[in-house]
């Protein structure tokens, strides 16, 4: 189940992203959607890293009887910039950011893997016919990286 917390005036698109949980986890996932202050504070606290973010993955400790896989953020003020950036939707672009923060709720890390992450990402944005931007912009990052 995906049990939504949306802090702003953003359209979230629920049927979308409970089909995306529900097709990666059969785990209880939650989502909040903030502004650029309070995932700031967030990213601060738990990641020492003063300046707003665009996702944050919270994922829970794995105990017997934990039904819930974890907290993805995502802040409406990246989403929105990203759409807008990027010419596609907004609940696009929200649907891009939950497939990122969810697969690291999910173990994925794309910063120490062999690329599987970016691989898996690839293949739901395809799977979902969601707008390859995400895909466009992490190989650009890497690239520029290097």
């Known amino acids: 189940m995906l049990i939504i917390e949306n802090q702003t005036a953003l359209k979230v698109p629920k049927k ?3 089909k995306i949980t529900k097709h990666l986890t059969k785990k209880d996932v939650e989502l909040v959607v903030c502004d ?6 967030l990213n601060s606290e738990y990641r020492h890293i003063d300046k707003p973010t665009d996702v944050l993955s919270f994922p829970l400790v794995d105990e017997v009887g934990i039904k819930s896989l974890g907290t993805v953020v995502i802040s409406e003020d990246f989403v929105r910039d990203g759409a807008f950036n990027f010419g596609h939707k907004k609940k696009d672009e929200i649907s891009l950011l939950y497939i990122h923060g969810l697969l690291h709720l999910l173990g994925y890390d794309h910063e120490i893997d062999s690329g599987e992450m970016r691989e898996l990402e690839a293949n739901l944005i395809r799977y979902f016919e969601l707008p390859e931007s995400l895909i466009l912009r992490t190989e650009t ?5 290097q």
């Open 141 to 145: 990052i890497e690239d520029f990286e």
């Open 16 to 18: 979308r992203l409970k």
């Open 36 to 41: 650029n202050e309070y995932i700031r504070e």
